[in-house]
C-alpha cells in the first residue's frame, strides 16, 4: 500500500483511512495461506470433525447442519438446545446442571473425574485429568480420534465491544455470567490450544472467523493451524 499524505486529510479522516487500511492488512494476513484445501472441498469421503465453543461468531451456523458432514464435539450448555455426539463440560456448575437434566444418561458426555460428582452415573472420564477449559479440551478428544481436519467454530478468546465485555452465546443465562459483565481472560485458553497444536503436527486445525474476530499472533505462527471465513465456511457444506 502507498503511504498516505496526512497532509491532505483533516485528522479525523486520516485515522479512519489508517485504520481502515489497518483492517485490510488484517484481512489480507489471514486470507494468505488460509483457503481451504481443493482435495477437501472435493472430497466428501474425508472425514471431518467439527467443534463447537460457545463464542459469538457461530451464531449463524445451525448445529444441525452439521450433522451429515461429521461428528460433533459440543461445550457445556450446547446440549440445551442440540445434541452433539460428544459433550465435553469440566465446570463442576455444568456438570451438575447436566446431570440434572439426565442427559449423559442417553448422551455422551466427557469430563474430569471430581468429588463432587463421583457418585453420579453416565459420566466419562479422561485419564488422567487434562486441567484444561472445556473448548481446548474439546479440541484434544477430537484430535485424540485421529481426525486430520477439524473445523473449529465459536472459539472467539477476544470479548466484545473491543475486548471488554463478555463473549458468549449463553450469556445471561445459568451458570453463566452476565451479559454486561466483564470478558473473560482467555491467555489460558490460547495457551492451551497452543500445546494441541504441537503435540498434533499431522493436523489442521480451521478456525471458521467472522470478518472482525480476534486473531492472535500466536496462531499464525503454526502451519497447522488455518483461519477461514465464515462465508466460505458455509459454501463449502453448502449450509443456510
Given amino acids: 500500500m502507498a503511504k498516505i499524505d496526512k497532509s491532505n486529510y483533516t ?53 444441525e447442519e452439521l450433522k451429515s458432514h461429521g461428528k460433533i464435539y459440543g461445550c457445556n450448555a450446547l446440549y440445551r438446545t442440540f445434541k452433539p455426539d460428544y459433550l465435553i463440560a469440566v465446570d463442576v456448575k455444568m456438570v451438575l446442571e447436566i446431570n440434572k437434566s439426565r442427559y449423559q444418561l ?17 459420566l466419562n472420564y479422561f485419564h488422567p485429568n487434562k486441567g484444561w477449559s472445556s473448548g ?28 471488554s465485555q463478555l463473549n458468549n452465546i449463553y450469556a445471561d443465562t445459568m451458570n ?15 495457551r492451551q490450544t497452543i500445546n494441541l497444536l504441537k503435540s498434533y503436527p499431522n493436523t ?19 502451519t497447522n493451524m488455518k483461519h477461514v471465513f465464515i462465508e466460505d465456511f458455509k459454501e463449502m457444506f453448502h449450509l443456510s
Avoid: C
Fill in 11 to 63: 485528522k479525523e479522516e486520516f485515522q479512519k483511512i489508517r485504520n481502515e487500511r489497518r483492517e485490510q492488512k488484517r484481512l489480507d494476513l489471514i486470507s494468505k495461506g488460509n483457503s481451504i484445501p481443493k482435495e477437501l472441498i472435493e472430497n466428501k469421503e474425508l472425514p471431518v470433525g467439527f467443534v463447537l465453543g460457545n463464542g459469538t461468531s457461530r451464531q449463524t451456523i445451525q448445529p
Fill in 106 to 122: 442417553n448422551n455422551e458426555v466427557w469430563t474430569n473425574s471430581n468429588k463432587s460428582f463421583h457418585n453420579v452415573s453416565g
Fill in 136 to 163: 481446548p479440551t474439546a479440541l484434544w478428544l477430537a484430535a485424540e480420534h485421529g481426525y486430520k481436519n477439524i473445523f473449529i467454530l465459536g472459539f472467539d478468546y477476544k470479548g466484545l465491544n473491543n475486548g
Fill in 176 to 190: 453463566y455470567k452476565k451479559s454486561s459483565d466483564s470478558a473473560t481472560y482467555f491467555g489460558n485458553w490460547l
Fill in 204 to 222: 489442521t486445525f480451521y478456525r471458521v472467523i467472522t470478518s472482525d474476530n480476534y486473531v492472535p499472533d500466536e496462531l499464525n505462527k503454526f
